[in-house]
């Protein structure tokens, strides 16, 4: 499955984060600090004392990340006994207790039921909070339920077409204040295709001009609808984006 598949790529990643600082490091260990010395007992060696050798903290560090991952996708909840019979039975080549064709579908209907009960609540969080907003001075609801409201109107008149692509500067996130993504924040802009991104974008920025800066207010089902998205987009989000239109890219 994708999502499993970018769990364990994170992972990957991860460790060769870990290679990375240790390559130059006079310890061989990847959780020890290469800091100079203040004369006080290192607080990461104390802690690694616990662990018979290398092999035991990393085997711990590693379950610590699989378990993070799996909290960002809706896998909070697992029977953690099985989660070990499983990792256990395919790592030392066991005769697996479930055949290998059903394997995705028992994690695809778990995830699909565990998004849908917890966008139930997001869902209803979010429709409270478009009501209230669509009452406020400014703000504009289309007829797929979209809100915006113009903070700047750009003196261009060209508005971008489906199958354009635009260079913009976005901030987004959540209807809490929470920010999941910002071109602003990294200080340079990205490039979309018009018909490449949520709905909710792609209706919006074809209504845009060149030049123009919206606030965008984007129901669930015109983002990510139910789907869990990275760690911080939980299903059933409403989600608010500060989009400018730089160009359009020929």
């Given at each position: 499955m994708k999502k499993i598949t970018t769990t364990f790529l994170g992972i990957i990643l991860i460790g060769g984060a870990f290679a990375q600082t240790t390559k130059n490091s006079p310890s061989t260990h990847p959780a020890t600090?290469?800091?100079?010395?203040?004369?006080?007992?290192?607080?990461?060696?104390?802690?690694?004392?616990?662990f018979k050798n290398n092999k035991d903290s990393a085997s711990y560090a590693l379950g610590v990340r699989i378990a993070q991952n799996l909290q960002s996708q809706s896998f909070g909840k697992l029977d953690v006994t099985m989660l070990q019979k499983g990792l256990g039975d395919a790592m030392?080549?066991?005769?697996?207790?479930?055949?290998?064709?059903?394997?995705?579908?028992?994690?695809?209907?778990?995830?699909?039921?565990?998004?849908?009960?917890?966008?139930?609540?997001?869902?209803?969080?979010?429709?409270?909070?478009?009501?209230?907003?669509?009452k406020r001075k400014g703000v504009i609801t289309t007829k797929s339920g979209l809100q915006y409201e113009i903070i700047k109107a750009g003196a261009d008149s060209v508005?971008?077409?489906?199958?354009?692509?635009?260079?913009?500067?976005?901030?987004?996130?959540?209807?809490?204040?929470t920010v999941f993504d910002s071109s602003v924040d990294r200080g340079e802009p990205a490039s979309f295709s018009v018909n490449g991104v949520i709905a909710g974008w792609t209706e919006a920025l074809q209504l845009m001009t060149v030049g123009s800066k919206w606030k965008l207010y984007i129901p669930s089902?015109?983002?990510?609808g139910d789907r869990q998205t990275g760690p911080s987009i939980a299903p059933g989000s409403t989600l608010i984006f500060t989009v400018e239109i730089l160009e359009i890219e020929k």
């Open positions: 600090s290469a800091k100079p010395s203040t004369g006080k007992p290192s607080t990461s060696k104390t802690v690694l004392s616990a030392q080549n066991k005769a697996l207790a479930l055949p290998e064709a059903v394997l995705d579908k028992c994690i695809g209907v778990y995830q699909q039921n565990a998004n849908a009960e917890k966008s139930l609540k997001t869902k209803a969080e979010g429709k409270k909070f478009l009501e209230e907003n669509a508005k971008p077409a489906l199958t354009d692509k635009v260079k913009c500067h976005y901030h987004g996130t959540l209807i809490n204040g089902e015109l983002a990510y």
